[in-house]
C-alpha cells in the first residue's frame, strides 16, 4: 500500500486529489497539510512514501521546503501539483528529485497517468534486484517495458488507452451505473464515443448492461461495473 500526504493549503482542492486517489487500488491517503509546518510534522511522525506539494503554502513556498524534507527523508517520492508556471521553480524540482511537476488547474487524466507511473516504478525498485536494459529506460524516461505503440496496437481503433482509463475511472464511481449520454457529459465525447468505449469494456467483460425503462420513450442500457 502506498501512503500519501497532500499538502495543500485549499481543504477543498485537497478532497478533489484525494477524491481522485480513491479510484485507484494500493493508494492510502495517510495525511492531509495545509501548510508547510504540517507537511514537516506528517512526515516526521509518519510513514509516508509519496507527498503531494503544493508551492504556493501560507507560511513558506513548496520548494523551500524541499532540503527540509530531504533531510528528514531522502526516499520519500514527491510530485508538485501547482499553479507555478516559473521556469527557476521546475528547476528547483528537479535538483531536488521530484518525480513530477503538475501545473493547475489539475485534470484528473493527467493526474491518474502520473500515479499510476509512479505505482509502476515503485514496483519495479521493489520487486527486483537487478533490472534489464529496458526496465532501466522504464525507470529514467518513464517508459513501459512494453512500447505506447503496443499498448494502442492491443486495442481496437478507435480506443485510446488514457481515455479508457478515465472511463474506467468514471464508471468505478457509479456504482448505480451510467448511461451513454451521461458518460459522454463527463467525458467532454460524444454519445457515440462514449458508447464506443462501454461496449469495449462489455467484450472485456469489466462492464455489464441492463435496459432501463423509463416513463416515457425507448430503454436505455445502463453500465455498471462487473
Given amino acids: 500500500m502506498i501512503k500519501i500526504i497532500i499538502a495543500e493549503d ?32 506528517f512526515i ?33 517520492d514527491i510530485i508538485m501539483i501547482t499553479a507555478a508556471t516559473d521556469i527557476d521553480m521546475v ?9 513530477d511537476y503538475i501545473i493547475k488547474p489539475l485534470k484528473m487524466e493527467r493526474f491518474l497517468h502520473t500515479i499510476e507511473k509512479y505505482k509502476q516504478k515503485r514496483n519495479l525498485l521493489q520487486s527486483h534486484a537487478s533490472v534489464s536494459q529496458e526496465e532501466v529506460d522504464q525507470l529514467f524516461r518513464g517508459e ?4 505506447a505503440n503496443k499498448m494502442r496496437s492491443d486495442l481496437p481503433k ?18 448505480q451505473g451510467i448511461t451513454a449520454e451521461e458518460m459522454s457529459l463527463r467525458m467532454g465525447a460524444s ?18 448492461a441492463e435496459l432501463e425503462y423509463g416513463i416515457v420513450g425507448r430503454p436505455e442500457r445502463k453500465y455498471i461495473i462487473s
Fill in 191 to 208: 454519445r457515440t464515443t462514449a458508447r464506443r468505449y462501454l461496449e469495449y469494456l462489455i467484450s472485456m467483460g469489466e462492464v455489464e
Fill in 158 to 175: 478507435g480506443v485510446d488507452p488514457l481515455t479508457l482509463e478515465k472511463v474506467k475511472a468514471i464508471i468505478k464511481q457509479e456504482r
Fill in 10 to 41: 485549499d481543504f477543498r482542492v485537497a478532497d478533489i486529489h484525494e477524491q481522485f486517489l480513491s479510484q485507484l487500488d494500493d493508494v492510502e491517503v495517510v495525511g492531509k497539510a495545509l501548510n508547510g509546518k504540517e507537511t514537516i510534522e
Fill in 144 to 147: 513501459k517495458v512494453t512500447s
Fill in 44 to 76: 516526521k511522525n509518519q510513514e509516508v512514501h509519496l507527498l503531494l506539494l503544493d508551492i504556493y503554502m501560507p507560511d513558506i513556498l513548496g520548494v523551500d521546503l524541499l532540503p527540509n524534507i530531504r533531510k528528514i527523508s531522502s526516499n520519500i
Fill in 91 to 99: 528547476r528547483n524540482s528537479l535538483d531536488y528529485g521530484v518525480f
